[in-house]
């Protein structure tokens, strides 16, 4: 199989390169490094694999072309704005990349004979903020987003299900749980296991923001880079969550890993930010039956391994 990625070098993506290499594949990877860095492709490109990178941003034309010169079976499309927050400050820039960039990826795949996008939907965004009774969400939820980069990544579905209805180009959208673990970075504005490693390493507060009751479901990058790659054949038409249906507060995060890394730290605490749910969780129900898949990271493992992660890139070389 010769796979695409876009968004190849950022944290998901990269993992899901080497994954993909490691299984013999051949992956072309884009990106245009605004929030991805070369240093997460390192393996890919010294380990001898097939594997071809290129700086460009989706929304480029020039995607039409270097999709049917490179002629990718699957399509993972991953490219987008990371972070909530910045959606919130620049909605027209959000809704450009995400949108209009998907549609560039649509259409560059459509006339390049792909047989399937495998997309990166956001389950913390696309659902807004469902009720206490409504825990684990599943995908039969409304989707009520409540910021414009849940808007966007809902608009990016429904392209979805019509390129597929017009132009038979299938699709599997996977919605995303929290998603933690190496190569994420917590300068990239996304993150918040990345980022309190980050502090507590320093030696510095970590900052939550509300009370620290609200809830998040984490789930690790290799167990959510398997679904990606279960889903070049399986789940077609179908949106399906990746979380582990299980909810962690924030206080409850912090303070995991501070266990784990052996420090303690008080807690600054700051206002509650827009946009953002109370309580959030993924039913992973419906992946299990089309993907066989489910999570196998239990969250003391992955945040041992972020950590461990995140002291390498902190050590001198």
């Not at 999570?295 to 001198?316: K, N, Q």
Request: aromatic content about 6%; hydrophobic content about 40%; some cysteine.
């Amino acid at each position: 199989m010769r796979a695409l990625v876009t968004g190849g070098a950022g944290f998901i993506g990269s993992t899901l390169v080497d994954r993909l290499l490691a299984e013999g594949h051949a992956v072309d990877v884009i990106d245009d490094l605004s929030t991805g860095s070369l240093l997460n492709l390192s393996n890919a490109r010294t380990g001898g694999q097939e594997f071809t990178f290129q700086k460009l941003d989706v929304r480029s034309p020039d995607l039409v072309e270097l999709m049917g010169r490179r002629r990718p079976d699957v399509v993972y499309h991953l490219a987008g704005r990371p972070d909530v927050r910045a959606s919130l400050a620049h909605p027209v820039l959000d809704a450009e990349v995400t949108i209009l960039g998907s549609i560039q990826v649509l259409e560059a795949a459509r006339r390049a004979g792909v047989s399937k996008v495998v997309y990166a939907s956001s389950g913390g965004a696309i659902y807004g903020n469902p009720p206490p009774g409504a825990l684990p969400v599943k995908e039969s939820h409304p989707q009520q987003p409540l910021s414009p980069a849940g808007v966007a990544k809902k608009a990016v579905g429904d392209y979805l299900f019509a390129y597929r209805e017009l132009h038979n180009l299938e699709f599997t959208a996977l919605a995303l749980a929290n998603v933690y673990g190496p190569r994420q970075d917590p300068g990239a504005g996304a993150g918040v296991v990345a980022t309190f490693a980050a502090r507590l390493l320093a030696g510095e507060r970590c900052t939550i923001f509300g009370d620290g009751h609200q809830t998040r479901d984490f789930v690790f990058v290799d167990d959510v880079v398997d679904a990606f790659a279960r889903a070049a054949a399986r789940g077609s038409g179908l949106l399906m969550n990746i979380g582990t249906g299980t909810e962690t507060s924030v206080v409850e995060l912090c303070r995991a890993l501070e266990a784990t890394a052996g420090v303690e730290q008080p807690v600054a605490y700051g206002p509650p930010r827009d946009g953002e749910p109370a309580r959030s969780s993924l039913d992973p129900a419906r992946a299990a039956i089309h993907l066989g898949w489910k999570p196998w990271t239990s969250l003391p493992d992955g945040l041992l391994a972020t950590l461990e992660w995140a002291r390498s890139r902190a050590r001198p070389a």
